[in-house]
């Protein structure tokens, strides 16, 4: 393209190293200055600006592996540059920094935010460079997405819908629901290093499918079967794994509460002993997929004294009948099953939302609902550490919520080069003018590095590595991927609003994705900035 810079990835790493100093300094401040919280608004930049250096330097691992690359990797490094700055002025004290800071990346940043060479990087997506295994893998979960997700998607999400069986047993058949379960519990990781990579790879493309009838079907059994590989007595990672690795179980997560979201280890709901087992007593929320759930994963507190906060908290398999997806209520007959507690009730109410449909999502009020001691995880030793069993499952749900946000994002794009390409306004294509080039562009480049990224941390976390990685992008690809729906509605002008095209469905569902799974300030503040900080004090 003639006036494009050359991509030179020198400038790109030395550009990248200053950023990396100013997030460096500005953990060191805030560590003096008390913490996060003594200052949320430049904590929180702080999180997202260093999940954006970290996503940048896996830019650069990507841009050596070739031209294309090179140039989506110095359009991402520049674009990082900018937002940093952008988050900068007039808080450079704040950061422990000066106005100038950006001194000699200017150059750099100026050539690859240029106009001209981002729209001549339209249409350049970079390969997603796997090996042809995981080349393999894409191919599958790509073709049952096109083939089964797709045609249906719609549907569902327009009539509030349930997922139909065919979706769940042809997921199950194709081991999505068991990929990181370990082999010899009826899964199909192998403890080497490529296990999460596998369900990063399929998670994308079913969230290409759909977000709410595909990629999200596999988040619950991952949660529950790490917390199970975390706590699990034998008997249970026996009993429960391969039945989740077959779709024989399907579970359900029974965490927040109304009054207890992001506050997890405040939680209220009771689990009390009895005789055989625990009687729960509360009200959980936003638990997704209950009604057709065999099982919930549930967070109780099995200490009375809240002064215990998370050390109070245990986690049961609950088990229940599959239920309606417009509500359902469940009864326990204590006698007939030979108890003398009073018999146990459990009643879900669907809670309507603005997308991420097809598995419903329920209030659940539990009263005196009798679980068997057998179910509580780690058996005895679990009592008092759900909240640490619970964690185990929620990492490896962030890594897969960055998985879902990359398929969903990777299918706004392909809409909106779809239409941009055909719609023609003002006797030209939408896509030949240079802004819609550059918007295109600058998705493109956004989608492939934080793919690379998701890759980097799947591969992390089989090292049993990557927690802090995780929860950086996890906070880092749900942002983009709002950007990105965003755009690409954009693109579709009216008709981006129309339910009749897609577009308006993944940008809803997109908006989901820095609520669920950790909310957006809650990982920047509570994880991300925390450790920032703690390795910055030392
Ligand atoms: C569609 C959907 C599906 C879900 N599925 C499930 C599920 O299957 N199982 C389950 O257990 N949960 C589920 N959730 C619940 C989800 O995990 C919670 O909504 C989330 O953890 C946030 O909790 P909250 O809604 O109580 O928000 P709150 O905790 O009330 O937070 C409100 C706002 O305040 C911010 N905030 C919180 N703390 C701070 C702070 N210290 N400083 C500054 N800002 C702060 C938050 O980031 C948020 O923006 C789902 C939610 C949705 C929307």
Not at 33 to 41: E, F, K, T
Not at 263 to 292: P, Q
Not at 327 to 344: C, I, S
Request: some cysteine.
């Amino acid at each position: 393209m003639p006036g494009s810079p050359t991509p030179n990835l020198e400038a790109a790493t030395a550009a990248l190293a200053l950023a990396s100093s100013v997030v460096g300094d500005a953990a060191r401040r805030v560590a003096a200055g008390g913490g996060p919280d003594a200052d949320q608004v430049v904590a929180y930049d702080l999180a997202h600006a260093a999940a954006g250096v970290r996503a940048a330097e896996a830019a650069l691992t990507y841009g050596a592996t070739g031209a294309d690359e090179a140039r989506i990797a110095c359009a991402f490094v520049a674009d990082a540059l900018a937002d940093l700055a952008a988050r900068l002025v007039g808080r450079e004290e704040a950061f422990g920094t000066t106005p100038d800071w950006m001194g000699p990346a200017r150059p750099f940043v100026a050539a690859h935010r240029d106009p001209v060479f981002l729209a001549g990087l339209a249409g350049t997506e970079g390969d997603r460079r796997l090996d042809a295994d995981f080349a393999l893998v894409r191919d599958t979960f790509h073709r049952f997405a096109e083939e089964q997700i797709r045609p249906r998607a719609e549907h569902i999400h327009r009539a509030n819908d349930d997922i139909p069986e065919e979706i769940i047993t042809g997921l199950a058949d194709m081991g999505a629901l068991g990929l990181s379960i370990p082999e010899e519990y009826g899964g199909f990781a192998s403890g080497g290093d490529s296990d999460y990579l596998g369900m990063v790879v399929a998670t994308e493309e079913l969230s290409w499918g759909s977000l709410g009838a595909g990629g999200s079907l596999i988040t619950r059994p991952e949660i529950l079967s790490r917390a199970l590989v975390a706590g699990g007595t034998e008997e249970q990672k026996q009993l429960w794994l391969p039945r989740l690795a077959s779709g024989e179980v399907m579970n359900a997560v029974a965490v927040t509460e109304p009054d207890f979201g992001s506050d997890v280890a405040a939680i209220v709901t009771a689990a009390a002993r009895t005789d055989g087992g625990w009687l729960v007593n509360g009200v959980k929320t936003w638990c997704t997929f209950a009604a057709r759930a065999d099982v919930l994963m549930l967070l109780a507190r099995t200490d009375p004294d809240r002064a215990k906060a998370h050390r109070g908290l245990s986690l049961f398999v609950v088990e229940k009948p599959r239920g309606e997806g417009s509500g359902f209520v469940f009864e326990q007959d204590a006698a007939a099953d030979g108890r003398r507690d009073p018999g146990g009730r459990m009643e879900g109410r669907p809670i309507d939302t603005l997308g991420y449909r097809g598995m419903h999502s329920y209030e659940i009020a539990f009263d005196n609902w009798f679980v068997p001691d057998a179910n509580l995880v780690g058996g005895e030793e679990g009592v008092g550490r759900g909240f640490y069993f619970q964690m185990a499952g929620f990492e490896n749900g962030r890594l897969q919520t960055a998985a879902r946000a990359l398929g969903v994002m990777q299918a706004a794009y392909e809409a909106a080069t779809d239409y941009a390409a055909n719609r023609v306004v003002f006797g030209r294509p939408v896509g030949d003018y240079q802004l819609t080039r550059a918007k295109l562009a600058r998705m493109a480049v956004l989608i492939q590095v934080a793919r690379q990224f998701s890759y980097e941390v799947a591969r992390l976390m089989a090292k049993g590595e990557g927690t802090l990685e995780a929860s950086m992008l996890k906070a880092y690809v749900c942002r983009a991927a709002e950007w990105v729906t965003r755009e690409a509605m954009q693109i579709h002008g009216g008709m981006g609003y129309a339910e009749e095209f897609p577009v308006s469905r993944y940008f809803v569902d997109a908006r989901v994705l820095s609520i669920f799974e950790g909310a957006d300030e809650t990982l920047a503040l509570k994880v991300v900035a925390r450790r920032l900080v703690e390795q910055a004090a030392g």
